[in-house]
């Protein structure tokens, strides 16, 4: 007869393999969406809000819980916003993280990051859709002295749907 046990909250049979813990959620993707920027540097002609199109990756380490994303902001003018984040399971299909790296924009045209290159911080979340291989996604840019004509901290917040392989 196998004995039950209850640890950590989950209902073990023993002798019928390990319990499933909750991990971040699995998979790499490539997506497409939308970049709107919150900045509103109107003080000088060309920094006002923008919008843009969106094209993100993300590649997952399956043993760690950091993934590398890269994002590309397609409008008037083109930024690449490429970060490291750390990620924290909420449950087995969701996951949210906290990214660094850079905004690489050094254009004369305003991008929802702002129109010079600068360091970023990025708040996300990734939602896996069960039984597909579709991810919901959705972050914020904080790109900091981000502005070439005026010292300010560009906003922007970026969703889209992607496509896990």
Aim: proline residues 5%; charged residues 10%; without cysteine.
């Amino acid at each position: 007869m196998k004995s039950l046990w209850i640890a950590g909250g989950l209902l073990v049979g023993l002798g019928m393999g390990s319990p499933a813990l909750a991990q971040p959620a699995y998979g790499s993707y490539l997506g497409v969406g939308g970049s709107f920027g919150l900045s509103d540097g109107n003080v000088f002609v060309g920094e006002g809000r923008t919008t843009s199109v969106l094209l993100s990756g993300r590649y997952k380490f399956l043993e760690v819980p950091v993934s590398l994303r890269a994002q590309v902001l397609v409008g008037n003018s083109t930024a690449f916003v490429p970060t490291i984040s750390f990620d924290i399971p909420v449950n087995f299909d969701t996951d949210i993280y906290i990214g660094a790296g850079a905004a690489l924009s050094n254009t004369a045209e305003v991008t929802p990051v702002g129109n010079r290159n600068s360091f970023v911080l990025q708040p996300g979340i990734d939602y896996a859709i069960p039984n597909s291989n579709l991810v919901v996604f959705g972050n914020a840019i904080f790109a900091f002295d981000a502005y070439r004509s005026r010292s300010g901290t560009a906003t922007s917040l970026q969703t889209g749907l992607g496509f896990r392989f």
